[in-house]
């Protein structure tokens, strides 16, 4: 477990495994580098492997700006230009993927191949950013707790919710949810108010896996489907019975 200094700000990582190219991690908006918990082993296998906690989330520091996804890519940019590891493979899970699209359009020397895992190029609909707006302004009267189900439910598909045997998955991730502090509003205000990049995905040239739940109602699968037919080089995996962290499912 380490720390590194980007932008003004200290981002918490872990690095582990042998090999001669490198994996980095990106997890999504709510989330840590402990999400990839399920991949680490087998990545450590053959690769050095680096997961990191992004700005204001995790164990990562956090600034009074700068949670937007454009500062979000240069972190990750500065972050892997300081480790001296570049070029990467760039796994990142929705909000990390994000960041892994623009990265790989904006830095493409810093990126050997990319995995965008239920993510979207695309900007909110209006009709989410409502509905999260209004979380927003609730979370800081409320704090978190009276939004725990829904978010839940928009994390992890309808089957691992019925699953027995994912129950220990949720609750583990319910946990981490109850302990984010209110001012975790300002992170999903800078993925809920992003720009659309789509333009920028003919750029990037690296392989490209896009993976998406089958069951992921927070960034449908025709959102996929656009990345895959914009990228050159890029393929398209469905996981089924699989909602938005579909990799933890």
């Not at 990142?92 to 810093?110: D, H, K, T, Y």
């Not at 609730?138 to 019925?162: C, D, R, Y």
């Not at 109850?178 to 992170?187: C, E, N």
Request: glycine share 10%; aromatic share 6%; with cysteine.
């Amino acid at each position: 477990m380490a720390r590194i200094e980007v932008n003004g700000v200290e981002l918490f990582y872990i690095e582990g495994g042998e090999g001669t190219e490198t994996v980095v991690l990106s997890h999504g908006l709510l989330m840590d580098y402990t999400m990839f918990a399920p991949q680490w082993d087998m990545l450590a296998e053959d690769y050095r492997v680096v997961a990191y906690d992004h700005r204001g989330q995790g164990r990562s520091g956090n600034t009074p700006d700068g949670e937007d996804l454009d500062s979000l890519t240069n972190d990750a940019a500065d972050f892997i230009a300081l480790l001296g590891r570049g070029p990467v493979h760039f796994i990142g899970m929705s909000m990390g993927g994000m960041v892994g699209l623009r990265l790989a359009a904006r830095f493409p020397q810093l990126v050997r191949s990319l995995v965008l895992i239920d993510t979207s190029a695309q900007p909110e609909p209006w009709l989410q950013r409502l509905r999260f707006g209004l979380m927003c302004a609730l979370v800081p009267l409320l704090g978190v707790k009276p939004f725990l189900s829904q978010a839940l439910a928009m994390m992890f598909g309808p089957s691992t919710h019925k699953d027995p045997a994912k129950q220990p998955l949720l609750e583990k991730w319910r946990e981490k949810l109850a302990a984010l502090p209110p001012g975790i509003v300002r992170q999903v205000r800078g993925v809920m108010n992003r720009k659309d990049v789509s333009d920028e995905l003919a750029g990037i040239r690296c392989p490209t896996l896009v993976v998406f739940g089958g069951e992921d109602a927070l960034t449908p699968a025709a959102c996929s489907w656009r990345i895959a037919t914009r990228i050159n080089n890029a393929e398209a995996v469905r996981i089924e019975n699989a909602g938005h962290s579909s990799n933890l499912e």
